[in-house]
Every structure is written in C-alpha cells, then in structure tokens.
C-alpha cells in the first residue's frame, strides 16, 4: 500500500538539480536548475521546452537517435514528432555539443555527460562522481567578464577528448562510461543505498532495478510530465494501458495470456478429431490393398526365381561360348594369318619366278646380239689376217677418214682439184724424203755418226735426229771437237744429262737402233707412196668425172664409209663385247639355277598352302557356329534384363539346362500380368494418398510408386490402422484436458476485466489521502469496450465442464477476440491494454453534494489532480524506501487565471516536483506567482562555439524574482 506524503518526505531521496546545454538546441552555454518552480520566457522556437524534453535522452535507457518518434516523442509546437535525423543534428550539432544532467542521491552529487559516438545517430554516457560546481571550467569560463557582457567566454579545445581526459581524471574515483543499455540500466535504475559502488549513479530507484516492463512504464509517466495540465484524456488513457500492462506481468491474473494458444490446440483437436474419423472409414480399402500387395508379392517371387534360373543358364552359356571362342578365335586368325603368309610367299616366288624369265629373256637376247657382234668382228678380222687388233682399228679409221674426203670432193670439184694438187705436192715431198732416207742407208758409212765413236754417234743422234741422217766427210780434228762436246753428255737410264744434269726424257736409243727405225720409216715411206698414188689416182677421176659419175660415186662412198664406220665401231668395243658376252654367259647360268630353286619352293609353298586352307575352313567353320551360339545367348540375356525385377538377386531358384525364345515370350506374358497387378496396387495406393488422411511418405500421388515407396507407404497405413484404437483414446483424453485448459484460459480472460477494477481500486484507494480543493472522493474511472464487456459475460454463463469439444461458435468468437484485441506475432501474442481501455476519466462529488459529476475542472485543477495521480503511480514504481524529485512541464500556465497559477503551484510543490512553464512573452501573474523566471532572450553573446551564429544564448547561475523589501540582497 502506497503511503502518504508525510511518509515519503522521510525516504531516501533522488533528485534531478540542473540541466546544461553547451553548443546544443539554440543554445552555446546554458546552466538551468530543475530543482524549483520557474518559469521560461523566450520568443518561439528558442528550444525552451525542448531543453527540458533532454532529460528523456538523460533518464531513458537509451543509446542512440534511432526509432526516435517511439522512444522520446520529441513534438513541435503542432504536436508533430520529429524524426530521428532531425532530433539528433538539434541536440548533437557537432562533436562539440554536451547535454550534462547533475543529480543527487543518497551517495552525494553526480554528472552525467551525454555525447556524439560513431555509431549511427549514437551517443554515449560519461558519469561522474562530481557536483558540475567542479567541471564547469572545462565548458565555461564564467570567470572572465572582459567578453559576451560579462557572461563568461568559451573554452579552448572543446571536444570529445576533453570527455575522454574528464574520464581519465575521474577514473579512480569511479567515473564510468556508460555505452549499452545493459550499462545504464545497471547503473542508473538500481535502488541501493547501502552500497555505494552499485548505487553510486542511480538516478531513478525502480523496485526491480529496470525490468523493461517498469522502464515502458516510467517512459510513459516521463511523457506524462509534459501534459500534466491537459485536460485531454488520450494521453492519461495511453498511461493507463501502459502502466496497467507493465505491471500484469507481477499479478496472478496474467494478462497476458494469449488466447491463440487454446485456439490451434482446438483447431489441432478439430482436425484430428476429423481425421482420425476419415481414416477409420478406409479400413475395408486397407485389407483389400494389403491381398492385392500379398498377391503380387508372390507372383513377384516366382517370376523373380524363373529369371534368376534363365538368367544364369543363359549367362553360364554365353561364358563357355566365350570360352571356346577365346580358344578357338586365336587359332583361326593363327590360319588365316599363316594363309595370308604362305600367299604372299606364293605370289612373291611366283613374282620372281617371272621376273627371272623376263631377265633371262633379255639376257638371251643381248646374249644373241653380242654373239652376232663377235661374229662380225671375227669376219671384219679375216678380211685383214696379218693385222693386229689396233692395226686393224687404224686401218679402218684411215679407211673411214679416206672416204669422208673422197665424199667430200664428189660434193665439191675444187675441193678435188685442190686436194689433188695438194696430194701431188705431198707424193713429191714424200719421194724426196724416200731418196733422202734411202741414199742415207745406201752410204751408211758416210754419215756423221757412222764416223764417230758410238757413245758420240748415240749423243748426237738423240740431240736431234738429223745427226743420224746427215752425210759429211769430217777430219780428225772435227771428230775429235765432236766426240769432245759429246762427252760432255753422259747416257743414263732415263735419257741424257748434261753436265750431271738432266737433259731430256726420252730413252737413248742407239746409232743401230736409229738405223733399223730408219729401213722402217723407208717401208712406210713406200707404202705411203703407193697410197698417194691411188688417192690421186682416184681424185684425178672425181675432177674428171661428170655429174651423174660424180654422183654415183658419192652415194657408192657414202654407203661404203657407212659399213667401215659400222665395222669401225665393232671393232672399237670388241674387248668391251666379249667381257659383255661373258658376263651374260654367267648371268644367264646363275638366273636358270635361280630359277629352277624358286620352282622348287612354289611347289612346296602350294602343298602347305593347301592343306592350310583346308585347316582354316573347317576353323572358321565352327567359329561361326560359335558366334552365332553366343549372339543367340546375348540376345536372349538383353532381352531378358528388360524383365528384371528387384528381387533378381536374392530369388531361390532350380537350374534348367536350356532357355529358348519361346521360354522368354511366356516369360514376357508373367511380367504383363505383375504390371497390371501393379497399376491396379498404384491406383489404390492413390485413393490413400489422395484421400490427405494419412501422413506417407509421399506428399503428392504419383502414376506409379516403386517398391521401396509401395512397401513404406503399406507400413505407413499399417501402422496408422494399429495405432488407430489408441490415438481415439488420446484424443478422448486430449479434448478433456483442453477443456480444461480453455476453461483456464477462459476464466483468466474473464479475470481481466476484474484485474483491471482492481488496479482502479488500488488507485483510487490512494486518492483518499489526497483532498484537492473542494473535490471529495475523486475516482479514476476506467471505459472498457463494450465488445471486450460481452464476451466476458457471454463466457462467465458457458459451460465449459464437457468432456465433448466445445461448440466452434464459442472458438469462433474467441478468434475474433484475439484478431481485434491481441498484438504481436504467432505463439507470441499479448492482449493489448490500450484496446480494451477506450478511456480514462475523472469523477468525484463536491462538497455537501451527494450526486457524483465528471464534468472538466479548471486546468489548475486537473493539473492537481494529474500531480496526484502521477505521484501514486511513480510512486507504485519506485522502490519503498525512495522518493524521486521531477521537473513538470505546464505549457499553457500563462493562459491560466492567477487563482489557477496558484493552485497548479501548490500541486506540484506538494507532490515533490518543479514545475516549469515555457512562454513567449512575461505577463505581471506569472512573474508574481513563480518564483523564480528566466528571460532567454536577454542573454545573447558574439563570442561563441557555433560558427554559424545560431547556437548564442548563454545562461548560468542566477534566475530573476520578485522579493520583498527585506530580503533585497546587500
């Protein structure tokens, strides 16, 4: 039970004493006690209000900007919030901008500076174990009255490392910088005053140290504070339902049960209820399914062991018929391979053979035509016996070259006639060679040599050969100056030297020698002659002949030196012919030999490959039968794997020794029938599974279900058919214990309503310790909704001991309930207070007056009444042994009579708050009922921290009031 305000003058106390803003709001420096009634002037828009409305961001528990419309409810003038962007550059321009809050509590004075951190629209807490009496130098200079009017001038390097060196300063002392929400709430909402450490920053002492069911609650009384001379009920309605739904959670009634709870449990036991009555009705279907799946079962069987024996009789074939063609195969290709080489063996021998007779050919004929040569040089050779081979080649040369000239002066006579001349010419130098030559050997003893000794005669004659022919008569002095200068010669081997030295290359031949080569060239001599004188002879009857003569003896010539040329070539190559002759001899013996060898080994080529032929044909023979046996086989298996069922592998079965085509087709026609067997258990399996009664192991119907799928959809139902008896139990017990459950549910929701009456109760019952002008039991009366009213009566005459589920009209009613009443998600649903509270207002009787009235009051008035009423509901808050001192914000207290002024004063003074009003201009009433005001507008300074020159208004220090004569200050 909450006590009166004599009581709660002895506790523990908390007050908030003044607020300052540095370089925030409209502000540079302002210093402003909230301890004690005053009143504001300033022009519009100067950030009066809103310097108070910064004790939110001091005393809420809060770290940022974010969501700031639902966390402090900033408003304008027009009752508009402002957004997050817009509240946070208003209190935290630049990170020169400082909001500090001095408080006091059992454990003595502390600062709490608020400031710009890098998080998104975030600031953070620096709490100070310090009156702002001692850290005012670090924002302010107040001592220096040179500048601003005496106001006091800023201070250098104002920032956040001056929070940071404050911190550091105090850190020993127990300065703490507060950055989570975790840290304020510990820190500024635990009531402890028996321990300094824990209770050393406490700034409002709530029963359960900040439960975020009493912080929605003091958000909402904090709001309050701004309307307490409103005589609008919204907000004291909205301050209700938050208070009554902060405070549920501490009552037996629970509030907050969520009604939807009972609803999915009565859907859910619905649904069963439905289901379970939808399955019992397919169990004749069930026991038709399970025959039809025994018999395919067993059908299954025996066709799975029937495959399994052919399977494996065909297999086991086709394995020997590999077998026997990896044998088999090898030596055939070894045949046919073998064939391939004797073939080849056969053709290239018979390849030689014929290219040895073509070679044997040609060398019978070159043989033949070297033989006629030989035949014709032997015939050429006897028409000259005496002649050597080279004498016989020189003769036919001259024979050959004789005629060139005669066929040469037949075409041309003056060539004859020249020739003839010439020749005549030659006979004459020829005779007088002959004479000389002869005369020479005639008078042999009168030539030089002869008259010289022989080594002198040798000399001379190979000095030059006319010394051999000359003839004089020499005396012996001459003779001797000859044989002298020819010894001066020596003969050697390799000819003369003279002087020791080489003179000449020749061979010396001797004065004999000389003379014998002398009777030869006379013979040849003679012979030439003779020569000369047919050449002539004959050129003598060309230059006489006539034309057609002439003629006939060219073409004669020209036969003739044809022949001696053709004989003239025989000749030239007889050696070359007869080596010829014999090198075919030999070759023509070596090639026959050849030849008869290769026909030798054709013939037994030829008997080899014959009887490989035959070895090869009779192989290839059973190789194919082989193949086609083994095509068969596959063909067959191929066929058969078509037919495999699962079971193939485990299937029993008894061997057979034969599979043919036939067995397969009647085979074929077993798997026909399981497959109709089949879609006839599919279409069934469906009616199940289409029916949505049963939970499978498949959600949707299929055309066709394999086995696996078959078999756990078959256990599936049979294990739903054998849990059917005990899950209708369940569900008998199940409906009996939510009936229950709902009457629980029921009877707490019909406990609301008296919930509720009983916290207006309790609120009112503290009404009686507080008279407020001339009104007598005042009572807070609270409007439900009429709908929220019907349910509960229309529950309150239902029957909800039944052991058959409830109507669905009783749950449908309940489901619109909670779709208009409830808030939150699914499973987490909480009935909404301030949907069930349509409205909050006053009644109360006058004095000497019996009938009650609701009627408005003056705002004075209600502003004492709303004090009232925010002291016992703060006071139902904060713990018992605490008392907390507010500021209260009266906007309209200038609109306000002065009877009224006074009695809002009185209010808030004997509930323990200041009460600060906000005008734009001073009027005689407020000043003389106030006591103590500020005109902002007076205290405007040029030397600032903002550069822009918006934030000007310095105040600190004193506040302006009217006194009495004896209280002028000395």
């Given at each position: 039970?909450?006590?009166?305000?004599?009581?709660?003058?002895?506790?523990?106390?908390?007050?908030?004493?003044?607020?300052?803003?540095?370089n925030?709001?409209?502000?540079?420096?302002?210093?402003?006690?909230i301890d004690?009634?005053?009143?504001?002037?300033?022009?519009?828009?100067?950030?009066?209000t809103?310097?108070?409305?910064?004790?939110?961001?001091?005393?809420?528990?809060?770290?940022?900007f974010n969501?700031?419309?639902?966390?402090?409810?900033?408003?304008s003038?027009?009752?508009?919030?402002?957004?997050?962007?817009?509240?946070?550059?208003y209190y935290?321009?630049?990170?020169?901008?400082?909001?500090?809050?001095?408080?006091?509590?059992?454990?003595?004075?502390?600062?709490?500076?608020?400031?710009?951190?890098?998080?998104?629209?975030?600031?953070?807490?620096?709490?100070?174990?310090?009156?702002?009496?001692?850290?005012?130098?670090?924002?302010?200079?107040?001592?220096?009255?040179e500048?601003?009017?005496g106001?006091?001038?800023?201070?250098?390097?104002?920032?956040i490392p001056?929070?940071?060196?404050?911190?550091?300063?105090?850190k020993?002392?127990?300065?703490?910088?507060?950055?989570?929400?975790?840290?304020?709430?510990?820190?500024?909402?635990?009531?402890?005053p028996?321990?300094?450490?824990?209770?050393?920053?406490?700034?409002?002492?709530?029963?359960?140290?900040?439960?975020?069911?009493?912080?929605?609650?003091?958000?909402?009384?904090?709001?309050?504070?701004?309307?307490?001379?409103?005589?609008?009920t919204?907000?004291?309605?909205?301050t209700?339902?938050?208070?009554?739904?902060?405070?549920?959670?501490?009552?037996?009634?629970k509030?907050?049960?969520?009604?939807?709870?009972?609803?999915?449990?009565?859907n859910?036991?619905?649904?069963?209820?439905?289901?379970?009555?939808?399955?019992?009705?397919?169990?004749?279907?069930?026991?038709q399914?399970?025959?039809?799946?025994?018999?395919r079962n067993?059908?299954?069987?025996?066709?799975?062991?029937?495959?399994?024996?052919?399977?494996?009789?065909?297999?086991?074939?086709?394995?020997?018929?590999?077998r026997?063609?990896?044998?088999?195969?090898?030596?055939?290709?070894?045949?046919?391979?073998?064939q391939?080489?004797?073939?080849?063996?056969?053709?290239?021998?018979?390849?030689?053979?014929?290219?040895?007779?073509?070679?044997?050919?040609?060398?019978?004929?070159d043989?033949?035509?070297?033989?006629?040569a030989?035949?014709?040089?032997?015939?050429?050779?006897?028409?000259?016996?005496?002649?050597?081979?080279?004498e016989?080649?020189?003769?036919?040369?001259?024979?050959?070259?004789?005629?060139?000239?005669?066929?040469?002066?037949?075409q041309?006579?003056?060539?004859?006639?020249?020739?003839l001349?010439?020749?005549?010419?030659?006979q004459?130098?020829?005779?007088?060679?002959?004479?000389?030559?002869?005369?020479?050997?005639?008078?042999?003893?009168?030539?030089?040599?002869?008259?010289?000794?022989?080594?002198?005669?040798?000399v001379?004659?190979?000095?030059n050969?006319?010394?051999?022919?000359?003839?004089?008569?020499?005396?012996?002095?001459?003779?001797?100056?000859?044989?002298?200068?020819?010894?001066?010669?020596?003969?050697?081997?390799n000819g003369?030297?003279?002087?020791?030295?080489?003179?000449?290359?020749?061979?010396?031949?001797?004065?004999?020698?000389?003379?014998?080569?002398?009777?030869?060239?006379?013979v040849?001599?003679?012979?030439?002659?003779?020569?000369?004188?047919?050449?002539?002879?004959?050129?003598?009857?060309?230059?006489?002949?006539?034309?057609?003569?002439q003629?006939?003896?060219l073409?004669?010539?020209?036969?003739?030196?044809?022949?001696?040329?053709?004989?003239?070539?025989?000749?030239?190559?007889?050696?070359?012919?007869?080596?010829q002759?014999?090198?075919?001899?030999?070759e023509?013996?070596?090639?026959?030999?050849?030849?008869?060898?290769?026909?030798?080994?054709?013939?037994?080529?030829?008997?080899?490959?014959?009887?490989?032929?035959?070895?090869?044909?009779?192989?290839?023979?059973?190789?194919?039968?082989?193949?086609?046996?083994?095509?068969?086989?596959?063909?067959?298996?191929?066929?058969?794997?078509s037919?495999?069922?699962?079971?193939?592998?485990?299937a029993?079965?008894?061997s057979?020794?034969?599979?043919?085509?036939?067995?397969?087709?009647?085979?074929?026609?077993?798997?026909a029938?399981?497959?109709?067997?089949?879609?006839?258990?599919?279409?069934?399996?469906?009616?199940?599974?289409?029916?949505?009664?049963?939970?499978?192991?498949v959600e949707?119907?299929?055309?066709?279900?394999?086995?696996?799928?078959?078999?756990?959809?078959?256990?599936?139902?049979?294990?739903?058919?054998?849990?059917?008896?005990?899950q209708?139990?369940?569900?008998?017990?199940?409906?009996?214990?939510?009936?229950?459950?709902?009457?629980?549910?029921?009877?707490?929701?019909?406990?609301?309503?008296?919930?509720?009456?009983?916290?207006?109760?309790?609120?009112?019952k503290?009404?009686?310790?507080?008279?407020?002008?001339?009104?007598?039991?005042?009572?807070?009366?609270?409007?439900?909704?009429?709908?929220?009213?019907?349910?509960?009566?229309?529950?309150?005459?239902?029957?909800?001991?039944?052991?058959?589920?409830?109507?669905?009209?009783?749950?449908?009613?309940?489901?619109?309930?909670?779709?208009?009443?409830?808030?939150?998600?699914?499973?987490?649903?909480?009935l909404?207070?301030g949907?069930?509270?349509?409205?909050?207002?006053?009644?109360?009787?006058?004095a000497h007056?019996?009938?009650?009235?609701?009627?408005?009051?003056s705002?004075?008035?209600?502003?004492?009444?709303?004090?009232?009423?925010?002291?016992?509901?703060?006071?139902?808050?904060?713990?018992?042994?605490?008392?907390?001192?507010?500021?209260?914000?009266?906007?309209?207290?200038?609109?306000?009579?002065?009877?009224?002024?006074?009695?809002?004063?009185?209010?808030?003074?004997?509930?323990?708050?200041?009460?600060?009003?906000?005008?734009p201009?001073?009027?005689?009433?407020?000043?003389?009922?106030?006591?103590?005001?500020?005109?902002?507008?007076?205290?405007?300074?040029?030397?600032?921290?903002?550069?822009?020159?918006?934030?000007?208004?310095?105040?600190?220090?004193?506040?302006?009031?009217?006194?009495?004569?004896?209280?002028?200050?000395?």
């Amino acid at each position: 039970m909450l006590e009166n305000l004599e009581l709660l003058e002895k506790k523990t106390a908390y007050a908030v004493n003044k607020l300052i803003a540095i370089n925030s709001i409209s502000y540079c420096y302002v210093e402003l006690p909230i301890d004690r009634h005053c009143a504001l002037f300033g022009r519009n828009n100067l950030g009066k209000t809103s310097l108070l409305n910064a004790l939110k961001l001091h005393l809420f528990p809060e770290i940022s900007f974010n969501d700031c419309k639902g966390k402090f409810a900033f408003k304008s003038s027009k009752g508009e919030l402002y957004s997050s962007e817009d509240s946070y550059s208003y209190y935290f321009p630049s990170d020169s901008s400082f909001l500090i809050l001095e408080a006091e509590n059992i454990h003595g004075p502390f600062c709490l500076i608020l400031f710009k951190s890098n998080s998104s629209f975030g600031y953070q807490r620096l709490a100070l174990p310090c009156a702002y009496d001692e850290i005012r130098g670090q924002f302010w200079d107040i001592d220096n009255t040179e500048i601003n009017n005496g106001l006091g001038s800023p201070v250098a390097d104002l920032g956040i490392p001056k929070i940071l060196a404050l911190y550091q300063q105090y850190k020993a002392a127990g300065a703490v910088i507060l950055k989570t929400k975790k840290d304020i709430k510990d820190k500024l909402f635990s009531h402890s005053p028996l321990q300094r450490a824990k209770g050393r920053y406490c700034l409002v002492p709530l029963k359960e140290g900040g439960m975020e069911r009493e912080l929605s609650a003091f958000r909402q009384l904090m709001n309050f504070t701004f309307e307490i001379a409103k005589t609008d009920t919204k907000g004291l309605t909205d301050t209700f339902a938050t208070i009554i739904e902060s405070g549920k959670i501490n009552t037996q009634d629970k509030l907050h049960q969520d009604l939807q709870v009972i609803m999915d449990d009565y859907n859910e036991l619905r649904q069963s209820q439905d289901k379970l009555k939808a399955i019992a009705n397919y169990r004749d279907d069930f026991s038709q399914l399970q025959t039809m799946h025994q018999r395919r079962n067993e059908q299954r069987q025996a066709f799975a062991a029937t495959f399994a024996a052919y399977d494996v009789c065909l297999r086991n074939t086709e394995t020997e018929c590999r077998r026997l063609v990896g044998q088999l195969e090898p030596e055939v290709d070894r045949l046919y391979a073998s064939q391939q080489r004797l073939g080849q063996q056969d053709i290239e021998l018979q390849k030689q053979h014929s290219e040895l007779g073509g070679q044997l050919k040609t060398l019978n004929k070159d043989s033949q035509q070297l033989k006629l040569a030989v035949e014709q040089f032997e015939n050429i050779h006897n028409q000259y016996p005496e002649a050597s081979l080279i004498e016989l080649r020189k003769l036919l040369q001259d024979r050959e070259e004789a005629l060139k000239q005669k066929i040469d002066h037949l075409q041309d006579n003056q060539q004859a006639i020249a020739a003839l001349s010439a020749k005549v010419g030659v006979q004459k130098s020829k005779n007088a060679e002959r004479s000389r030559k002869k005369q020479a050997l005639e008078q042999y003893q009168q030539l030089l040599v002869s008259q010289l000794d022989e080594h002198s005669a040798a000399v001379l004659s190979n000095l030059n050969r006319q010394f051999a022919e000359l003839i004089v008569d020499v005396d012996g002095r001459q003779r001797e100056t000859i044989e002298r200068f020819a010894d001066l010669f020596s003969i050697e081997a390799n000819g003369l030297n003279f002087l020791g030295a080489a003179f000449g290359s020749e061979p010396v031949k001797s004065p004999q020698q000389f003379k014998e080569q002398l009777q030869g060239e006379l013979v040849q001599l003679d012979q030439a002659l003779l020569q000369l004188d047919r050449e002539i002879l004959e050129l003598q009857k060309i230059a006489s002949a006539s034309g057609d003569a002439q003629q006939q003896q060219l073409q004669q010539a020209e036969q003739e030196r044809i022949k001696i040329h053709e004989q003239l070539l025989i000749v030239n190559g007889i050696e070359s012919t007869r080596q010829q002759q014999q090198a075919r001899t030999v070759e023509i013996e070596e090639l026959e030999n050849a030849r008869g060898q290769l026909e030798k080994d054709r013939e037994r080529i030829q008997v080899e490959l014959e009887q490989n032929r035959s070895e090869h044909a009779a192989g290839k023979e059973k190789l194919l039968a082989l193949h086609k046996r083994l095509k068969e086989a596959t063909a067959l298996i191929q066929r058969l794997q078509s037919l495999k069922p699962p079971e193939a592998n485990t299937a029993e079965f008894k061997s057979v020794d034969s599979v043919t085509a036939a067995d397969l087709s009647e085979l074929e026609g077993e798997r026909a029938k399981l497959v109709k067997l089949k879609e006839g258990l599919d279409e069934n399996i469906n009616i199940f599974v289409q029916c949505g009664h049963f939970h499978l192991p498949v959600e949707i119907a299929y055309s066709s279900y394999s086995d696996e799928q078959q078999e756990a959809i078959l256990v599936a139902l049979n294990n739903t058919f054998v849990a059917l008896p005990h899950q209708l139990e369940t569900l008998q017990s199940r409906v009996i214990e939510h009936n229950k459950m709902t009457g629980a549910k029921i009877s707490e929701l019909t406990g609301n309503r008296s919930h509720i009456r009983a916290f207006i109760n309790k609120v009112n019952k503290q009404f009686e310790h507080y008279p407020v002008s001339n009104l007598q039991d005042i009572r807070v009366e609270i409007e439900l909704d009429p709908r929220f009213e019907e349910l509960i009566d229309e529950l309150e005459q239902t029957n909800l001991n039944t052991t058959d589920i409830h109507d669905d009209a009783l749950y449908q009613r309940l489901n619109a309930f909670c779709e208009d009443f409830f808030t939150g998600v699914r499973d987490n649903r909480i009935l909404e207070m301030g949907k069930i509270i349509k409205n909050v207002k006053y009644s109360y009787r006058k004095a000497h007056r019996d009938q009650r009235e609701d009627k408005d009051q003056s705002t004075g008035t209600n502003a004492l009444i709303n004090c009232t009423l925010l002291t016992i509901l703060l006071g139902d808050l904060l713990a018992q042994d605490s008392k907390l001192t507010l500021p209260v914000i009266f906007d309209e207290f200038t609109a306000l009579d002065e009877y009224n002024q006074r009695t809002a004063i009185k209010a808030a003074g004997e509930h323990g708050f200041a009460l600060f009003c906000a005008s734009p201009t001073d009027t005689a009433e407020v000043v003389s009922v106030v006591d103590y005001y500020i005109h902002l507008d007076d205290f405007h300074v040029n030397t600032l921290y903002d550069a822009s020159g918006e934030r000007d208004v310095v105040f600190h220090h004193f506040q302006e009031r009217l006194y009495q004569e004896t209280e002028r200050p000395a």
